[in-house]
């Protein structure tokens, strides 16, 4: 086993009734790498996404998280689905922000990243009370910590969301189109974030179309388009060299 | 609605461009205000009405208002009034426990709690609640005994059932086990209206499903669900005084009927059994008032009037603004333009 792999996909697969969604998948994420996922609506690219933290369970292929299996545990060869309690423990070093944000909306800013701590890691509460101040300081927020959701303009909202899901010291960032549902002056500030906790040396999966962010910030390049990845690669050279035509017709619309 | 009305007229009113528009400098507009002569006659002759029927209930020998004084704070009606309370409140945080139980199996994907959850609303939902406290009196009579051991061996124990269990606790079983059938769907209704992302974001976070339950969804549902508990938690108050049918009769209608029974003043002693149903009623919409704020944190206002159920329509009296309704009498719920 690779230990420098944080995501390793081997030819993974998910339908969802009759309809297969990702089509044997093979991907690796290397520890540190941050790798955008781009490709039109319903290629399986936010699936992928979600089967990595177990949202959904993978049908076909295996799927390792820092060299762990996830959603089955393997025991003399035979898969044995995980109870809810061990799928919970694998996620906690998962850390997912959401195209809606789903924060939850009857929690201060500061209760929402405090929860998750107190009550899957049992950190006593003065002590999560620190750690979040300190998070909702780097993600710009610190006068906002007492602020209801609702009272929180949309790009806030998401940055309340990266550190709740960074209180949990994450190995592994997904983020799920978590630009696609903020008005257009919003996009800015949370991309910020998402740059500086790359620079940090975050691991980081992005689904997004933000191609700008995908040039400046990504070490890789993922286009996925009916549930196949079509085309991988270096950023630059992906988006400004496409080799296949289902790429280069995407990029036109996109760029 | 009377606000929109005054704006517009006011508005209305700057519309043609006199000599005067010119001098408005942007200073707060002076109108004179709408009148609403039909409303008013209307708001009068209710008032009219209203204040001729208190007088002549007031002054009315049936009512026998001396006999309501005497017996308002009589101990036997106290102490049914007190009765009255339990059952409501014991069986109702049965039935809210069940209640949750049951919705919680209904939204299983396991397809046997899902159809036991649903027969169990079908059986106690499809009969009415005076036949099933009828049924519980008589379990003594059906189920002599019970006996708690393993099948094909010989009981650990037998209890007969007619002293395990005496005519209250029947009685309170009785209501809470209907009452849980009402409370499963509501609860039902109040978990779906919380956004599916909810879940997620919880799940992924590394949040079991009973953190997740208790923590997430049950919390946000609560705002949906307890206007119409708070219209079962009255409801229920009242139903109690179907109890008789067990029978268990020192509830508080019973208690008031059978005094009257002995004393030939039926009218008074029902007055006094409503006076009582009414003051409960009353510290129950309060109590719901708070419990609605609690749990509106973090959507915008605090619960106004108008939106609040009809349970609870008269409770904003307490504490929260009805200003609108101080200015515009007769102005009341959906009340339209004149």
């Known amino acids: 086993m690779n230990d420098t792999l944080m995501v390793d996909a081997d030819r993974v697969s998910k339908s969802f009734g009759s309809n297969q969604v990702l089509k044997s998948i093979s991907l690796t994420v290397k520890r540190g790498e941050v790798m955008c996922l781009v490709g039109p609506s319903g290629s399986g690219k936010s699936t992928f996404l979600r089967c990595i933290n177990h949202l959904e369970t993978v049908d076909a292929g295996r799927l390792r998280v820092d060299g762990i299996l996830v959603g089955y545990r393997e025991k003399d060869q035979i898969l044995h689905e995980l109870k809810p309690r061990e799928a919970a423990l694998q996620r906690r070093d998962i850390g997912m922000v959401f195209q809606r944000f789903n924060l939850f909306p009857h929690m ?77 002056e919003l996009v800015g500030e949370v991309l910020d974030v998402m740059k500086k906790l790359a620079q940090e040396g975050m691991t980081m999966i992005v689904v997004t179309h933000e191609m700008g962010f995908a040039r400046e910030v990504a070490d890789s390049l993922v286009f996925m388009d009916g549930g196949v990845v079509v085309e991988s690669g270096e950023p630059r050279e992906v988006l400004t060299n496409p080799q296949h035509e289902r790429t280069r017709s995407f990029l036109s619309k996109v760029l | ?211 997740t339950m208790w923590r997430i969804i049950i919390p946000q549902s609560m705002r949906v669900i307890i206007p119409p508990i708070g219209n079962e938690v009255i409801s229920m108050l009242k139903t109690t005084s179907l109890v008789t049918a067990v029978p268990y009769s020192f509830d508080l209608f019973t208690r008031s009927r059978d005094i009257s029974a002995e004393t030939f003043n039926t009218i008074p002693l029902f007055l006094v059994a409503s006076l009582w149903y009414l003051a409960f009623t009353s510290i129950l919409m309060v109590g719901q008032y708070f419990l609605e704020k609690r749990f509106a944190r973090g959507v915008g206002a605090a619960p106004s009037e108008k939106r609040v159920t009809v349970a609870t329509g008269l409770v904003p009296v307490v504490g929260s603004p009805v200003e609108d309704t101080e200015t515009h009498p007769g102005d009341g719920r959906g009340g339209g333009t004149p």
């Not at chain 2, 208190?54 to 106290?78: E, H, M, Q, T």
């Open chain 2, 1 to 211: 609605m009377a606000r929109p009305v005054h704006i517009g007229s006011a508005v209305r009113s700057s519309v043609p461009p006199t000599e005067g528009s010119a001098s408005h400098d942007g200073r707060a507009i002076k109108a004179v205000r709408l009148r609403h002569p039909i409303r008013n006659i209307f708001a009068a002759i209710i008032v009219i009405f209203v204040a001729a029927f208190v007088y002549d209930a007031a002054l009315r020998p049936a009512f026998n208002w001396p006999a309501v004084g005497k017996y308002i704070f009589d101990r036997r009606i106290s102490e049914a009034a007190v009765n009255t309370l339990q059952l409501t409140v014991y069986s109702m945080v049965i039935a809210i426990v069940l209640g949750v139980v049951l919705a919680v199996m209904r939204l299983s994907p396991n397809p046997v709690f899902k159809s036991i959850s649903w027969f169990y609303l079908w059986v106690f939902r499809g009969t009415p609640v005076y036949v099933q406290l009828t049924f519980w009196g008589l379990l003594s009579v059906i189920y002599p005994v019970i006996n708690l051991g393993l099948p094909f061996l010989h009981p650990f124990i037998t209890l007969p059932t007619g002293d395990a269990l005496n005519v209250f606790q029947l009685a309170i079983i009785g209501l809470a086990l209907n009452e849980a059938a009402y409370l499963a769907e509501i609860v039902r209704a109040g978990i779906l209206s919380v956004d599916r992302g909810q879940e997620e974001a919880s799940t992924a976070l590394g949040m079991t499903w009973v953190q």
């Open chain 1, 108 to 184: 201060t800013a500061l209760e929402n990243v405090i929860e998750a701590p107190m009550r899957v890691k049992r950190v006593p509460k003065a002590m999560a009370v620190e750690r979040a101040r300190e998070l909702l300081a780097r993600v710009g927020l610190a006068e906002k910590a007492d602020a209801y959701p609702a009272h929180l303009s949309g790009g806030q909202q998401q940055r309340v969301a990266i550190a709740r899901a960074l209180a949990m010291d994450p190995k592994l960032m997904l983020f799920d189109e978590p630009t696609s549902a903020l008005d257009p």
